[in-house]
């Protein structure tokens, strides 16, 4: 702090860090810290600057822990002209893992930077809530944290700067520095997931938005009035320090957690299984590249929006931009077209066999043939090109998946979308991501797809395809205009959710509306995409990539910026160890087009990207809030992560409205196990997990073990132990013994393993 040292550290490193660049003349900094104690001096440092964003999600147990300062809490959001610029994320349970931190990220962190748009990222990286830090007693894994640090990434043209707090479980500190260094040199993402996130973490996060969703206008869709009953969150503001704190003399000795002998090698054993099952991906080359000159014969003999310059233009600006010829970029090999059995993996037979006698037609004849379909045209050249459109795809599916090239880039034409199993359909003959999503389900063995269709139309094709399907998870944000907007159809409205097997994993998201912008799409995109993705944990993400939302284009009539593409691009690249295929659907002004297409392919290489326009002053659309909301009602029944906006927030927190402290006499049954004078020492592990009748964790052999505090002397160890209380650790199951059973915490205990220690391995 600013006179005097405290906790560990001398200097603080990122306050210096952050008072120099602003002396620099950097005007806005965004401070993230994930260190399991909450860094009270950096919050104090610039508690009343709006030059500088503070964020901090820590261990609090409403005061119980240390720091054991009231300012540690949500309702803390600075002052002054900093007020709103300081975010707290109190944590007041232990055992908190990679979901609960994802869902941080997702509900409160992300949304906040991106509409702050700093110029500088700074991370004050504390492992002490990974897996088997003594400190911490969280479960985040070390493949969590390059997560972390990739979303923030794209922000500030890539500014960031990572400093080291804490973590004094050595093993799970090397491999989370040593997977975060690999973030930050372009490497992609181990697997890890979303999904159930504790009841008390969403109740930190709810506090943390009832108290800033006055100043960001993310956070609007969080909705909020003056009601009363079980469905409206009430903040509990409650603040229990311990009765001996602050002491009139701090220790210096024997006052931080150590394990003993044995059960630090039970943790250093589950790290290294963690290290084992983390599969780095290496890949020959970062990017292939799709573009064949040849699809340019596919055109109408009078002008045209789906017109051959389409890709031409796109090709030319990756050229201008440097991407084609980069030493990690490869292009994809000309001339495969789609066979007859890939097509029939999504069309029927009828619709293969219509389009190849339509070969033989004279013009006049296949006029009339084009007549019959909506919105389509044909020269003697439109079948071939179509199908070397989809064999494109399917090209850069086959190199993204051998390991040779992390992700892929489509320039392809013409679309595929809209194409039916049994029909073509505005502007596109085969469904050139349906076909190729089927091809890695059934051809190449995957489990899970993640299609992101982001064309400024509903997908109607594609999500006709796999509407009963849970392999292939299809979302889409569209204009929907109430079904007036092509392709007019109720089935692109939210409430299509899928049906039998499938239902679930269709997600639409449809906007009703013109001039939607990245302020919009922001909105859905960290709300519904983001979120429900991780929670699905693909093997490989395609992107159904029209760009007629952009603006400036003739047929959308929207005005998002190629850097909100770039942008959502980079997010999706943390999924499936960055398998993501790019393919070009719609988008009709070409030089929108070319930017924003040359903009995905920078965040696929892990190019900086530029700001988007976010404007923090700028009211979101109602209608846009509205849309959000009705998905997130009608999804969260099938997605967990969606769970936290089931309750309506207060309109103000300062006024005092504080809970019934009913859930504390748990949570005080468990803080019996802390020192709660000037040690921050834990007696025994409080870290409960849930019971090995979930049949969600494997069994290991059971292991019986004390937690103890350090000591110098032999006695006072042995004095400590007396007094600690065993603990059956079953594989990754702790089990307190029964005279503790009482005070187990339900939601620790029904929370799903499988996401935290047990990542997916493909």
């Known amino acids: 702090m600013d006179d005097t040292l405290c906790g560990f550290c001398g200097f603080n490193n990122v306050v210096v860090a952050a008072k120099a660049a602003l002396e620099r003349g950097v005007k806005k900094i965004l401070i993230v810290d994930f260190d399991l104690h909450h860094g009270q001096g950096t919050q104090y440092a610039f508690y009343s600057d709006p030059r500088v964003v503070y964020m901090s999600v820590h261990r609090y147990e409403r005061g119980k822990y240390w720091p054991h300062l009231r300012e540690s809490n949500s309702d803390w959001v600075g002052e002054g002209t900093g007020k709103g610029f300081n975010v707290n994320v109190p944590l007041n349970k232990v055992g908190c893992g990679p979901a609960e931190y994802l869902a941080i990220f997702h509900s409160v962190f992300l949304p906040i930077a991106t509409e702050y748009q700093p110029d500088l990222v700074l991370v004050s990286a504390g492992y002490d809530a990974a897996v088997g830090c003594p400190e911490g007693e969280m479960l985040v894994t070390p493949s969590t944290y390059p997560h972390l640090v990739w979303s923030l990434s794209s922000l500030a043209k890539g500014r960031l700067v990572v400093l080291l707090e804490g973590g004094y479980c050595l093993p799970s500190l090397a491999e989370s520095a040593a997977l975060t260094l690999r973030c930050l040199l372009g490497d992609p993402c181990p697997m890890v997931g979303g999904g159930q996130v504790m009841q008390s973490v969403w109740e930190s996060i709810r506090g943390t938005v009832a108290a800033l969703r006055p100043f960001w206008t993310c956070l609007k869709v969080w909705e909020a009035g003056r009601m009363t009953g079980p469905e409206v969150y009430r903040p509990d503001l409650t603040f229990s320090p311990p009765v001996s704190w602050p002491p009139t003399v701090f220790p210096t000795r024997d006052y931080y957690l150590v394990y003993d002998k044995e059960t630090a090698d039970y943790w250093d054993k589950e790290v290294a299984r ?40 796109i090709w030319a600006a990756l050229e201008e931009a440097g991407v084609v010829g980069r030493k990690d970029v490869v292009r994809v090999e000309n ?65 993204v998946m051998s390991g040779t090239s992390r992700a892929g880039l489509a320039v392809v034409r013409p679309p595929g979308h809209h194409a039916e199993p049994e029909t073509p359909h505005g502007f596109c003959l085969f469904n050139n991501v349906g076909i190729a999503a089927q091809y890695a389900v059934t051809q190449l063995g995957l489990e899970r797809v993640l299609i992101l269709d982001w064309d400024v139309h509903h997908g109607n094709g594609i999500q006709h395809m796999f509407y009963n399907d849970n392999r292939v998870l299809y979302m889409s944000m569209h204009r929907y205009d109430y079904a007036s907007f092509f392709p007019q159809s109720e089935d692109a409205n939210y409430d299509m959710v899928g049906e039998g097997a499938g239902r679930g994993f269709n997600v639409n998201i449809p906007w009703n509306g013109r001039k939607m912008g990245d302020s919009e799409y922001l909105l859905a995109f960290q709300n519904i995409v983001i979120p429900i993705a991780y929670e699905f944990q693909p093997q490989l993400v395609l992107v159904s990539a029209g760009f007629d939302a952009a603006v400036g284009d003739p047929l959308g009539g929207y005005r998002v910026t190629p850097a909100m593409y770039g942008y959502m691009t980079h997010q999706l690249s943390a999924l499936a160890e960055g398998r993501v295929v790019v393919a070009l659907e719609g988008g009709y002004n070409l030089s929108s087009i070319s930017d924003c297409a040359t903009q995905c392919a920078r965040a696929l290489l892990g190019d900086p990207l530029p700001a988007l326009l976010v404007d923090q002053d700028r009211v979101i659309r109602d209608s846009a809030l509205q849309t959000v909301r009705d998905v997130i009602r009608e999804q969260r029944q099938f997605w967990q992560c969606l769970a936290g906006q089931d309750k309506v927030l207060p309109l103000e927190v300062d006024g005092g409205e504080v809970g019934d402290g009913v859930e504390l006499a748990g949570l005080e049954d468990q803080l019996d196990q802390l020192s709660l004078g000037t040690s921050r020492s834990v007696v025994r592990s409080q870290l409960v997990k849930q019971m090995e009748a979930t049949g969600q964790v494997k069994k290991h052999s059971e292991v019986t073990v004390n937690i103890a505090p350090a000591a110098t002397e032999r006695d006072d160890q042995e004095n400590a ?42």
């Open 335 to 399: 001339g495969r077209l789609l066979s007859k059995e890939e097509s029939l993996l999504v069309h029927d037979e009828e619709h293969w066999d219509r389009l190849m006698d339509s070969e033989e037609l004279d013009t006049e004849e296949r006029d009339i043939l084009a007549e019959t379909f909506n919105s389509i045209y044909l020269n003697s050249s439109s079948i071939k090109c179509g199908m070397l459109a989809a064999g494109g795809v399917l090209s850069c599916v086959d190199l």
């Open 274 to 313: 963690l290290v084992l099952n983390t599969h780095l991906k290496e890949v020959e080359y970062k990017l292939c590249l799709k573009y064949d000159p040849e699809m340019e014969e596919h055109c109408d003999d009078e002008p045209h929006p789906e017109c051959p310059e389409r890709i031409s233009r």
């Open 721 to 762: 132990c007396k007094d600690s209380k065993e603990t059956t650790i079953t594989g990754l199951t702790e089990v307190p013994s029964e005279d503790t059973k009482s005070t187990v915490d339900n939601e620790i205990a029904t929370t799903p393993e499988l996401v935290i220690l047990e990542p997916r391995q493909t």
